[in-house]
């Protein structure tokens, strides 16, 4: 093998990992929250609003609420409440909460509401 070829499998293999990045965590973190750490409500709406749009299915919210730590609650007539716990200290948490008004098995509407509690 000639050094030529060397020093530009070395360079392409340098120039590759150098190149690897991954911002995704950061970038979403910055949309949702503000510079104190408190969720922005307008913008989690509308991303809780674009993931789970009118015809979603009522799974697909429960099991996203479970992948995230969080619990659904049993449905009340035509509505469903999951709770997210995305903080937590000693004896505090912050939390966000996700309600669903259902027809049969379809999310209808979809409404979110963050808060904390502690002691």
């Known amino acids: 093998m000639s050094l030529y070829f060397k020093l530009l499998s070395i360079l392409t293999v340098l120039s590759l990992t150098a190149c690897s990045f991954d911002h995704r965590k950061k970038v ?66 912050r939390m966000i909460q996700i309600k669903a008004t259902l027809s049969r098995e379809e999310i209808q509407s979809i409404t979110y509401f963050s808060g904390g509690f502690g002691c």
Not at 72 to 77: A, I, M, S, T
């Open 28 to 93: 979403a973190y910055s949309l949702l929250y503000d510079q104190n750490g408190f969720e922005i409500d307008e913008v989690y709406a509308a991303a809780i609003a674009a993931r789970f749009p009118k015809g979603t299915t009522v799974n697909e919210l429960i099991e996203f609420t479970k992948q995230s730590e969080g619990k659904c609650f049993p449905k009340h007539g035509n509505q469903l409440t999951c709770e997210i716990p995305v903080q937590g200290h000693i004896c505090a948490v």
